[in-house]
């Protein structure tokens, strides 16, 4: 009788801590899965900010070197156009990275400030340096982005 017993408390205590592996199993894989897709998101988002930079950098450059130079008013309403529009498609990623990765916000803004900058630079040598800095900023985003967890 004692044998029986012992079998059947055996039993059961194999079946609860086998339920309760596959459910610290299952708890470890889905955190696992959600680390990934919220590191897949970010990484994302960054990608999406830095071409947004790049291609707000690359249009203010533009338009200041058209003031500079002294073109036609048509080009440089024009590039004003262009600008505005990459500025306002800068918005959106830079608003997913900030809620997605807090720790980045700081380095985001800064970069987003940066490529603000180039307006009204004062003659073409300066315009240069903004356009470096701005490089930079952007840079040092991603390499924030690469340490943060």
Known sequence: MWTSLIAVVGTLLGSVTAYLLQQRTARTDRAESRAYEARRDRVAAVTALTVALADHRRTMWAREDLRLTGAPDTEYREARAASHATRSALTAPLTTLVILAP????????????????????????????????????????????TAA
């Not at 009204?120 to 690469?146: C, K, Q, Y």
């Open 103 to 146: 720790v980045l916000a700081d380095a985001a803004h800064g970069a987003a400030a940066a490529s603000y900058a180039l307006r009204n630079a004062p003659d073409a040598e300066a315009l240069n340096v903004l356009r470096l800095a701005a490089i930079e900023a952007a840079d040092h985003l991603v390499r924030v982005a690469a």
